[in-house]
């Protein structure tokens, strides 16, 4: 495999789990913390998760080629996975605009919902057009991530709404 297509792989595995646990902590949170707890909660819990996969794939890879990494290897590894934490921005920013113009903090917490939605159907449909899929395999893959973003909003309003 071309080595830019795996780094582009890469970021865009980085930035579609990113938006998932973003998503998971609206989901599971989002009416039980104010906003601004809410926000530093996901990107607290995403820096854990990056570091931790980091330190987890180095570690891992290290140990069968019998070396530790340098700064330069691991500075590329850090880069290579930071849009984990970054795929937050956006849902987040929608959460706390919503917040600011009036919105509750559950209505301000599915509003960055919606946004991870849009993004998770965006990295679906990006990574099948670098894989030059086109109509119904295109359509089908697509709305996989949109479908994942559907049921956890859903799951999120039955369960702490209804079952609460």
């Known amino acids: 495999m071309d080595p830019s297509a795996k780094r582009r792989g890469r970021l865009r595995a980085a930035g579609i789990y990113g938006v998932i646990v973003t998503a998971a902590i609206l989901t599971a949170a989002g009416s039980q913390l104010s906003t601004v707890a809410l926000t ?21 890879e290290q140990v069968t080629a ?37 919105a509750s903090s559950l209505a301000a917490a599915n509003a960055g919902l919606a946004v991870a939605v849009v993004l998770l159907v965006w990295h679906a449909w990006s990574a099948c057009r ?15 991530g949109a479908l994942l973003g559907i049921v956890m909003i859903v799951l999120k309003n039955l369960v702490l709404l209804h079952l609460h």
């Open 40 to 60: 530093v909660a996901v990107v607290v819990t995403l820096l854990v998760y990056w570091i931790a996969e980091e330190y987890a794939h180095l570690l891992g």
């Open 66 to 102: 019998g070396k530790l990494p340098g700064r330069r290897q691991i500075r590329a590894e850090l880069t290579a996975t930071w849009p984990m934490v970054s795929a937050s921005f956006g849902p987040l920013l929608a959460a706390v605009l919503a917040r600011l113009a009036g």
């Open 130 to 144: 670098a894989a030059r899929l086109r109509g119904w395999p295109l359509v089908a893959l697509t709305s996989v």
